[in-house]
């Protein structure tokens, strides 16, 4: 079983774990991976454990965003590009959001070069 415990997901958590697990059994995947794999997509979509309320979930524009970015950044580093240099994977919205989140000076003037140079 996935590590922790699991009384802090709601029902449609669980069902979504549950399903997503099922998903993977039948691929052929162990049991143990199936059941790490569905619950890290349930945390990676939803935040975790019962998260309810007011600007506590992503928008579907962000989710559909940050599952674009990780899977480039996974294929990335399936083709052995260091993840230093998986900014460049990113787009200028994404580098903006980052600079911003590190309070970056002149960011918003910046081209995305010059984005990924303040970064890193």
Known sequence: ?????????????????????????????SDKRAEAIAWATVNKQSGGGER????????AEE??????????????????????ESLELETKEVLLKKARARNIHGRSTMNKEQLIKALR
């Open 1 to 29: 079983m996935a590590r922790g415990s699991k009384e802090k997901y709601t029902d449609k958590q669980k069902r979504k774990a549950e399903h997503i697990e099922e998903g993977y059994k039948e691929k052929g995947v």
């Open 52 to 59: 309810k309320g007011s600007g506590t979930q992503k928008s």
């Open 63 to 84: 989710k559909q965003q940050a599952r674009k970015t990780s899977a480039k950044r996974a294929a990335a580093s399936r083709k052995g590009v260091p993840r230093s």
